[in-house]
């Protein structure tokens, strides 16, 4: 009981979810809002925004900046959601087995999340997506793969204290499988942590993303709120709105979905001091 | 664990860090379509199979992985991190060449994060609840939302193109050849904007650090003691708190290595300050795969030894801590 009412009771939340909601909203409809892509020419480069048909001006080649901004919102999405799921997945059956086996399997995979720690994972995945040619997929696979190692840290330390449990000994005893173990018994229990890392981790995904493809690592095939921001670094003496705008919807997605991440650490973590 | 075999343990530990690093890097070769001999061949503009063998040979691509590895080893232990494809230099060369800007402007921002961390941190401290502690928290949730880059880009449109306070480009005035201490000025005031955007996003996750060891240290015994013996309660504060309270900034210096390093790739990059980052952007503009894996090596190697040092500095600092 409660979890609804405790993780609605805070404002920030409510406005992150405001916030959250909205955006998906205009990502999904991108297509029914605007009746041209993003790449359609539409008139003057650098019109300022209110100029006519164009609420949010133009850019320097003269295409619509709202809808690039409704569209990014979908790279922006899919880009954190999916990497943060593959991140999650590899990270939870890693820390999973570590957690639950101890031994070397544990060393190993401490060994190698400290290691992610040390290294500059921003210069790694920049290595990654430019050795495997930048597109959408290589972009959420290198994400992903500088990412696990958080996930599996938490997932790690939750198996590791909830394995000596009497409800596992009792699983045990009962003669369930260790996979059974995992993924009925233990899993369900150590989730919570898991999912409030997970949604501070989209979050920090679409900030990576935005850089990537800032320096023209992304997709270029695809217009990203980044990637809006690196394309028009040129004009920004003289069309201020090329560059604050995208940043802006970068920002306020972020914000949104790390206000819900606290909502959600706030909802499930009921004792937890602040 | 006496400190000298902690520190030890810790050499042995930077060494394999480094070692996988290498390893990786040979693997990350080997990600990209077509090797060194067709990359070669493509730049040469023709590629018949005869030269293709004949390449291959050269850069000992026909032999077997491991001995291929062995070679690769040896070569970036004795420095040899290739040439670069564009600039037909030794990638160290190049890297070298730029790594003193770099290290400038990090170490600048680090210095930055963490005077104006604690000092928000500690003024957050003296009164949980107050209008500082949730500026404070507004303050990095803001920062910690915003791309660090386009930060930078907000600073140079505010300080450069609005109000013409500072220089928005480089690492000095281009043609003004200063020498010595107007020199020295003209790079301090350059540095301000990359320099600040760079440690404002740590500055708040310091100030938070702060935060919370000022409130917990505060509530032990010996400051307990520390109060009953009649001290002044900013001695106490400065003398038995904070100290205290310092100890764990250092080993945080040491994670947040990494993220800085990465942070600095961007804000060089909006800044055109001539460092390893806006070499690391030329890399993948001008596909100089040597070049870009080189940087990585090397920033890692670094951020390796910066943290090394701070174990070293953080077992001196808390004589009490587990050395493990």
């Not at chain 1, 086996?101 to 190993?108: K, P, R, T």
Request: net charge positive; proline share 5%; aromatic share 10%.
């Amino acid at each position: 009981m409660g979890f609804m009412r405790r993780f609605l009771s805070r404002p920030t939340t409510l406005f992150g979810l405001a916030v959250f909601l909205l955006i998906v909203a205009i990502a999904l409809g991108a297509p029914l809002l605007f009746s041209r892509g993003p790449f359609t020419i539409v008139g003057m480069p650098l019109l300022p925004p209110g100029a006519p048909g164009l609420p949010a001006g133009s850019d320097v080649l003269g295409r619509d900046m709202a809808v690039g901004l409704a569209y990014g919102a979908r790279i922006s999405l899919l880009v954190g959601i999916a990497s943060t799921a593959c991140a999650a997945g590899i990270g939870v059956l890693l820390g999973a087995v570590a957690g639950y086996y101890g031994g070397w399997v544990d060393d190993l995979l401490m060994r190698m999340t400290e290691f992610f720690q040390i290294i500059p994972s921003f210069v790694l995945l920049m290595v990654l997506v430019a050795f495997l040619q930048p597109s959408l997929e290589t972009t959420v696979i290198g994400i992903a793969l500088v990412t696990w190692p958080q996930v599996a840290r938490v997932a790690r330390g939750e198996f590791l204290s909830l394995r000596g449990r009497e409800f596992v000994q009792a699983a045990r005893t009962l003669g369930m499988r260790d996979s059974r173990i995992i993924f009925t018994q233990i899993l369900p229990n150590a989730l919570p942590p898991i999912i409030v890392v997970g949604s501070m981790m989209v979050g920090s995904a679409i900030l990576t993303e935005s850089a990537l493809s800032f320096l023209g690592l992304g997709d270029p095939n695809l217009l990203s709120w980044g990637s809006m921001i690196g394309g028009s670094r040129s004009a920004m003496w003289v069309a201020w709105w090329t560059t604050v705008l995208p940043g802006l919807a970068i920002m306020l997605t972020v914000l949104a979905l790390n206000f819900i991440g606290d909502g959600l650490n706030d909802a499930l973590n009921p004792r937890g001091k602040r | 664990m006496s400190r000298l075999s902690y520190i030890g343990a810790r050499l042995v530990k930077t060494v394999l860090v480094t070692v996988a690093v290498v390893l990786l890097s040979f693997f990350l070769v080997r990600l990209a379509p077509g090797d060194t001999a067709t990359v070669m061949a493509g730049q040469a503009g023709f590629s018949d199979e005869a030269f293709m063998k004949s390449l291959r040979a050269e850069y000992g691509l026909d032999q077997p992985v491991t001995a291929q590895l062995w070679k690769y080893i040896s070569a970036v232990a004795q420095g040899d991190l290739g040439s670069s494809f564009v600039r037909r230099q030794p990638v160290l060369d190049v890297i070298l060449e730029r790594l003193p800007n770099t290290l400038l402007l990090n170490g600048f921002a680090l210095l930055v994060a963490i005077a104006g961390g604690v000092a928000m941190g500690v003024m957050a401290a003296r009164r949980p609840g107050s209008a500082m502690d949730a500026a404070m928290t507004v303050l990095s949730m803001v920062f910690y939302a915003m791309p660090q880059f386009w930060l930078g880009m907000m600073a140079m449109l505010m300080f450069s193109v609005w109000l013409g306070w500072l220089p928005p480009f480089g690492l000095e005035t281009m043609g003004a050849d200063y020498t010595g201490l107007a020199r020295f000025g003209d790079i301090a005031v350059h540095m301000i904007l990359p320099g600040v955007t760079l440690a404002l996003y740590f500055m708040a996750s310091y100030a938070r650090l702060t935060r919370t060891a000022m409130i917990e240290v505060a509530d032990q015994d010996f400051v307990k003691t520390a109060r009953a013996k009649g001290l002044r309660e900013g001695q106490v504060a400065r003398r038995h708190i904070l100290r205290n309270a310092l100890i764990p900034l250092i080993t945080f210096a040491g994670l947040q290595a990494a993220i800085l390093v990465g942070g600095s790739v961007l804000v060089e990059n909006v800044f055109s300050w001539p460092g390893v980052g806006t070499l690391a952007y030329e890399a993948v503009t001008t596909r100089d795969n040597p070049l870009l894996l080189g940087i990585f090596i090397v920033t890692a190697i670094l951020v390796c030894l910066f943290n090394l040092a701070t174990d070293i500095a953080y077992s001196i600092a808390d004589p009490r801590v587990e050395l493990g």
